[in-house]
């Protein structure tokens, strides 16, 4: 499927957005508006002149959701909120937070629990909180099984929305893979960055969106990152494939404490 050039994605994220309406805030040269337009009609808008938008047959912000998670044409409706990471991404998480013995380690919405797996196997005591029952439920067989081996660390799960738990800052690693929908990975990262020690550090797989939308939401947040000294870097395309999902994803680590003076 043919890729969105980034300085679209970047228009098209920065775009007013309201109920079926999209209007573009910026003049545009004819050869990049037909190129835009080209992009919405495929996501199903038209261009309506009494509206000055194109307008869509239902929820816009549904329809642009998937172009600027995946950088894709694409009409088909995704759930971008459950999407398991792969194990090769997991245990590199796992090496990028530099997990050592002992340390408390916390995977929120951790799903099927793939990173708290390599975070167990790097020593940690691992605690995992997932929302849906019914991957809780598998999750809590997943951590039994690895308690039975003699060499795993401790591991506990918690069905919870973690949004509605209040940080503590008692973890020495974060390791996660938060909802990408909505941009709520935004919020769940900056909601488990309260759950660090001093000098401890975060390590989230993102929308690789965070790179390039501007509106206030991606802007404070990639200054957040910068004002704690952390990193942002693109993961190679594909990334997710093995997940059943297109996205374009990024990695971003923060180290609780790593505030430039």
């Known amino acids: 499927m043919p890729q969105i050039a980034t300085n679209i994605l ?3 994220g920065a775009a007013v957005v309201e109920g079926s309406k999209v209007s573009l805030v910026s003049q ?19 261009w309506n002149r009494s509206a000055k938008a194109h307008v869509f047959e239902g929820d816009a912000a549904e329809a642009l959701e998937p172009i600027l998670l995946t950088g894709e044409y694409s009409r088909i409706k ?19 937070a530099d997990i050592r013995p002992q340390m408390r380690v916390l995977e929120p919405s951790a799903g099927l629990g793939n990173i708290a ?21 598998r999750l809590a067989l997943r951590i039994a099984r690895l308690e039975s081996m003699p060499a795993a660390s401790f591991c506990t799960g918690q069905q919870a929305d973690f949004l509605d738990i209040q940080p503590d800052a008692s973890y020495d690693r974060i390791v996660m893979n938060p909802p990408f929908a909505g941009q709520d990975d935004i919020r ?51 990334s997710f494939r093995s997940s059943g999902t297109a996205v374009n994803t990024c990695v971003v680590t923060i180290v609780a404490g790593g505030r430039h003076a």
């Open 117 to 137: 797996v390599e975070a167990v196997a790097a020593g940690g005591y691992v605690h995992t909180i997932e929302i849906d029952a019914a991957r809780c439920a």
């Open 28 to 46: 545009l040269d004819y050869k990049l508006y037909l190129e835009i337009d080209k992009v919405l009609q495929a996501a199903g808008g038209k």
């Open 188 to 238: 769940h990262v900056i909601h488990a960055f309260g759950f660090l020690r001093r000098n401890g550090r975060l390590v989230a797989i993102m929308s690789a969106g965070i790179l390039f939308r501007t509106n206030k939401l991606t802007t404070t947040f990639r200054d957040f990152v910068a004002d704690h000294g952390g990193a942002i870097e693109p993961l190679p395309e594909g």
């Open 78 to 96: 995704q759930d971008f909120g459950q999407f398991d990471t792969p194990q090769p991404l997991a245990g590199d998480v796992a090496d990028r």
């Open 10 to 12: 970047r228009i098209l």
